[in-house]
């Protein structure tokens, strides 16, 4: 499928990601930019933290759910444009070698009521890893072209 308009959107309808698979290297890499914590960066300091061992950011783990997202077989006309959240949670950590995906599913939708050319999903988005346990969970909040004039 194509480009999704605001009106090829129902509730319950669910979507699915590729899969990235997380690195040391990137683990670090990330977090020496964005995240400098030493349970990010340093495999010794890691073990001796309360995750036992080297894991990424939250916010790569974030990042890396974005991609998969934008990767995903949602295709949102005009893009993935987001209109806030009302939900983030990281209950577990990512490590090295772990095998993220995503699936996504539309909780909500109704058309925006300050720009009639827009409509608005609200979905649930879960990243999992390898073992199929959640490892980020969001509530996201879209807005998406409608299909012509209203």
Same mark, same amino acid.
């Given at each position: 499928?194509?480009?999704?308009? !605001?009106?090829? !959107?129902?509730?319950?309808?669910?979507?699915?990601?590729?899969?990235?698979?997380?690195?040391?290297?990137?683990?670090?890499?990330?977090?020496?930019?964005?995240?400098?914590?030493? !349970?990010?960066?340093?495999?010794?300091?890691?073990?001796?933290?309360?995750?036992?061992?080297?894991?990424?950011?939250?916010?790569?783990?974030?990042?890396?759910?974005?991609? $998969? !997202? &934008?990767?995903?077989? $949602?295709?949102?006309?005009?893009?993935?444009?987001?209109?806030?959240?009302?939900? $983030?949670?990281?209950?577990?950590? &990512?490590?090295?070698?772990?095998?993220?995906?995503?699936?996504?599913?539309?909780?909500?939708?109704?058309?925006?009521? #300050?720009?009639?050319?827009?409509?608005? &999903?609200?979905?649930?988005?879960?990243?999992?890893?390898?073992?199929?346990?959640?490892?980020?969970? #969001?509530?996201?909040?879209?807005?998406?072209?409608?299909?012509?004039?209203?």
């Amino acid at each position: 499928m194509g480009e999704r308009f !605001f009106e090829d !959107f129902t509730v319950g309808q669910k979507f699915h990601s590729a899969t990235a698979t997380i690195t040391a290297e990137r683990i670090k890499s990330f977090a020496a930019e964005f995240d400098p914590q030493p !349970f990010h960066l340093d495999e010794e300091a890691a073990k001796r933290s309360l995750f036992g061992g080297l894991a990424a950011s939250g916010w790569h783990t974030a990042a890396v759910t974005m991609r $998969l !997202f &934008v990767d995903s077989d $949602l295709h949102p006309a005009g893009g993935t444009i987001g209109a806030g959240g009302e939900d $983030l949670r990281w209950p577990r950590p &990512v490590r090295p070698g772990d095998v993220l995906y995503l699936e996504g599913e539309v909780l909500e939708t109704r058309p925006s009521r #300050s720009r009639p050319e827009l409509g608005i &999903v609200k979905m649930r988005l879960t990243t999992y890893n390898q073992a199929g346990e959640p490892v980020q969970i #969001s509530t996201p909040v879209l807005m998406v072209q409608r299909r012509g004039p209203t």
